[in-house]
Structures are given as C-alpha cells and as structure tokens.
C-alpha cells in the first residue's frame, strides 16, 4: 500500500514571497503520478500540478512549480509571487498506474498568505 | 457543461436513518470515485467504479453500499448512519486512461 506524508500541517507566508510546502510517499511501484491538490475555503479540491514519476524534467504551471526527486521519495510544491488567492489546504497525492487509477492523498498542509 | 454535482450539499441524520448521496456528471467519464474527508485527515476512497453495472471497494468502504446503473450517475448509500459517518463526502470522475480526477463541491453530512 502507498502512504503519503506531508509533515507540515500549517504554514504561512508574506504576499509576494515564496513559499515550499513537502510531501514524502512510499511506495514500490516504479509508474505512477503524483498531484498537488488545492483546497480553498469552498471546499472544491482543484487540481494544481501533476507530475509523472517517468519524466525527469519537473512540472509547471504558472507560479506553481515541483521538485521532484524520485529516489528520495519526496514531492516538493513551489509557490511563487504568493497571492492572498492562494490560501488553502493543499494536497498532496498519490496514484499508481494501471485500472481504475485510485488517488491516495496526504493529511494536507494549511496554507496561509498574509497581507 | 456543470462537470461534476452532488445532491444534497449539507445533510443531518439520526443515528439509523438511512440516506442516498447522489453524484452526477456530464462529462461521459468512465470512472467514478467516492471519498470521504474528515478532520485533518485528507480524502479516503470509499468505492469507485471502472464503469456502468461495476463497483469496487476502496480503502474504507465498511457501512456504504454504492451503484452505478447509469453511467452518469454514482449513488453513495448509507443504510443505518452512525456517528462515526459525519463527514464530508467527495465524489470524482475521470476518463479511462487519464488521471486527472474531477471533484464535486461535497456534500456535508452530520450524523446525530
């Protein structure tokens, strides 16, 4: 079975400022994809980033960047240029490839930007 | 296009009732997903089914059944809520051979 960690329940940061929040799993698998989900006050889950554990290069999306190292297990989210928007649980997940592709999530990080 | 919707949004129940979750979409996804989130904890799957008439159990489907007659709708039951229910419930759906899961806004459920 696949666990994954975040070990940092809250956090904050100063608007404009950068910010890294962690993830660590186990697993024995070699394919699979991890996520960043993000979880504002409404409750939606939005999907941020998303990286395939095959591909070296590390995932990007706008402000949102990945590090990705797959030997030690961990998956780092970057926030870039913060923004008050960007305050939210935010999730990261784990799903191994093949049928019914199930998503195993962390415990979250609460996510704070300060004005 | 709504996506994904989920009926009701908030519901209470006593200890025994009985009630339905009803998640749609419109999206002709095969897969569809169950979760339940609870305090700090982050989502565990319930069921999920790979299409019409099939169903599987996730990682904590004890005391919820599930049906997938249709292929745009995924029906949560609880037949006797008990406390330990309350939560909030997620429902997902993907294409087959993508990974990109799609959520519904939730449904809150209090279970008295």
């Known amino acids: 079975a696949q666990t994954v960690t975040q070990s940092q329940p809250e956090m904050s940061v100063q608007e404009a400022e950068t910010v890294t929040l962690s993830c660590t799993y186990d697993t024995s698998e070699s394919n699979y994809y991890l996520f960043w989900y993000k979880q504002p006050p409404s409750r939606q889950m939005i999907l941020v980033i998303r990286?395939?554990?095959?591909?070296?290069q590390n995932a990007t999306e706008n402000r949102f960047s990945v590090n990705f190292q797959k030997a030690a297990k961990s998956f780092s989210l970057k926030i870039s240029d913060s923004q008050l928007g960007d305050t939210a649980m935010y999730f990261c997940a784990f799903m191994k490839t093949g049928s019914a592709r199930q998503l195993t999530f962390g415990s979250g990080t609460q996510l704070t930007v300060l004005p | 296009n709504a996506g994904v919707t989920q009926t009701p949004k908030f519901r209470v129940l006593k200890t025994g009732q009985s009630m339905t979750l009803l998640c749609a979409q419109d999206?002709?996804?095969?897969?569809m997903y169950w979760y339940r989130q609870d305090p700090g904890m982050g989502l565990r799957l319930i069921h999920y089914s790979v299409g019409e008439g099939t169903t599987a159990k996730g990682e904590v489907p004890d005391g919820y059944n599930v049906s997938r007659l249709k292929k745009q709708n995924f029906l949560l039951g609880l037949e006797s809520a008990a406390p330990s229910q309350t939560s909030v419930y997620f429902c997902a759906s993907s294409r087959s051979g993508q990974e990109t899961q799609y959520f519904g806004p939730g449904t809150r459920l209090l279970v008295l």
């Open positions: 990286q395939e554990a095959y591909k070296q």
């Open positions: 999206m002709n996804h095969e897969y």
